[in-house]
């Protein structure tokens, strides 16, 4: 679980900067005259599946920090496939993916990965609201976001998928959702309170039950990676996810490198087969 606002104070800028969940790649072109095989993979999407929060981030991707920490390179280097496109960016929205990250689908994709839709939904101001105003207008935003996620978001998914079946027509595409931020009952002893915890795992829930309905009506896979990180929530021992990080806020809500080698990859390695 690409988004960024400006507010009146340092702290909810840098907050809403750190949940951006944009990127491109250069398409490889079979030689020519051949039909390639379709035994590439693409990588699309926002910030979970470039690999915030893991580190280690390649200094050429710039702003859109995709790592080699990050699922599709963890299963790229894993399994070798015959191209690796990685546009994954940082902040993505359905429009950017549909703009910026699909140059490289083609004849030869013989897999997709894409995590795509919390931008859109404004899950970023949501954490912001909750975060520094009050419980109050945390749960009305919260209820704003699912009332975008009910009414617009699945023709904006559809757009996308459709133009990956349009783009690589031999490709298994595989959509990934997101993981719930919270452990209800765990050990954090300050922050936001349980009610407000609560409807924010909700709203997660709801987003990735609309991504799948979305992801199946097209004939995709959907990877859910929710029970992967049951344990590993924040106000758990042994968190996969950042908090809000201080010393690095960019990384704030986002998978660690355990929740992207030990969440995300064992997920789509399954759906991916």
């Known amino acids: 679980m690409r988004l960024s606002r400006i507010t009146a104070y340092a702290s909810s800028l840098l907050l809403a900067t750190a949940f951006a969940l944009t990127g491109a790649a ?18 699309l999407g926002d910030s979970y599946s470039s690999g915030v929060g893991a580190g280690g981030y390649d200094s ?6 995709r790592t080699p920490r990050a699922y599709p390179a963890l299963w790229a280097s894993a399994n070798s496939p ?12 359905t ?15 013989g897999l997709v990965s894409v995590t795509i839709g919390g931008n859109d939904a404004g899950f970023a101001d949501v954490m912001t609201t909750c975060v520094l105003q009050s419980e109050s207008n945390c749960l009305k935003r919260i209820a704003t976001a699912r009332s975008y996620v009910e009414t617009t978001l699945p023709g904006n998914l559809d757009k996308v998928y459709s133009a990956i079946s349009a783009k690589a027509p031999a490709a298994r595409v595989v959509v990934l ?15 936001l309170s349980e009610k407000e915890r609560s409807a924010i795992n909700s709203a997660s ?32 021992g042994d968190a996969w996810l950042h908090s809000v990080n201080w010393t690095n806020i960019g990384e704030s809500y986002h998978p660690k490198a355990a929740g ?6 064992p997920v789509f390695s399954a759906a991916a087969s």
């Not at 250069?26 to 990588?43: D, F, K, L, N, R």
């Not at 050429?60 to 920090?65: A, F, I, L, N, V």
């Not at 004939?219 to 929710?226: E, K, L």
């Open 82 to 93: 015959s191209s690796f496109n990685f546009t994954a960016c940082s902040g993505a929205r």
């Open 95 to 109: 429009g950017d993916v549909l703009a910026n990250q699909l140059g490289p689908l083609g004849s030869g994709t």
């Open 260 to 265: 992207q080698s030990g969440g995300y990859l």
């Open 205 to 236: 829930d709801f987003l990735n039950s609309t991504t799948a309905k979305r992801a199946a009506d097209h004939g995709f896979a959907f990877g859910d990676v929710a029970a992967k990180f049951t344990g590993h929530e924040i106000c758990s």
């Open 177 to 191: 959702g997101y993981p719930r931020f919270y452990k209800l009952g765990g050990g954090c002893i300050a922050g």
């Open 60 to 65: 050429g991707s710039g702003d859109c920090k």
């Open 26 to 43: 250069a398409a490889q072109a079979a030689p020519s005259g051949q039909q390639a095989a379709a035994t590439g993979y693409v990588a």
